[in-house]
Nanobody
Framework: QVQFVESGGGLLQPGGSLRLSCAAS????????MGWYRQAPVKERESVAR???????????AYADSVKGRFTISRDNAKNMVYLQMNSLKSEDTAVYFC??????????????WGQGPQVTVSS
């Protein structure tokens, strides 16, 4: 059974930093590109960051324009973990954050059902 367990959310002020973690299980993690997504209240879920399946020094990553330069995705294939380091947080980053495997050959289409996702609230 495929499962994603995300953690690390919280309440913080604008300009702060937070690191989200996602533990994946039930599929061959190293075979998939992995992505982070988020959903703000009354908005559609949107893609945030993705990383290619093969981890390494120059592993390809892509970001939504809204987070480019502030967020960094990383993965540990040995632990089936994917991370999202979020810096210089803004109020518009407030959302529930999710991770998922990405359908092969697509940029952002999620492969499996979603986990619960942690709430990230950025507010002064």
């Amino acid at each position: 059974q495929v499962q994603f367990v995300e953690s690390g959310g919280g309440l913080l002020q604008p300009g702060g930093s937070l690191r989200l973690s996602c533990a994946a299980s039930g599929f061959t993690f190293s075979n998939y590109d992995m992505g982070w997504y988020r959903q703000a209240p009354v908005k559609e879920r949107e893609s945030v960051a993705r990383m290619r399946a093969a981890a390494g020094i120059t592993t390809y990553a892509a970001y939504a324009d809204s987070v480019k330069g502030r967020f960094t995705i990383s993965r540990d294939n040995a632990k089936n973990m994917v991370y999202l380091q979020m810096n210089s947080l803004k109020s518009e980053d407030t959302a529930v954050y999710f991770c998922n495997a990405i359908v092969s050959g697509t940029r952002w289409i999620s492969q499996y059902s979603w986990g619960q996702g942690p709430q990230v609230t950025v507010s002064s």
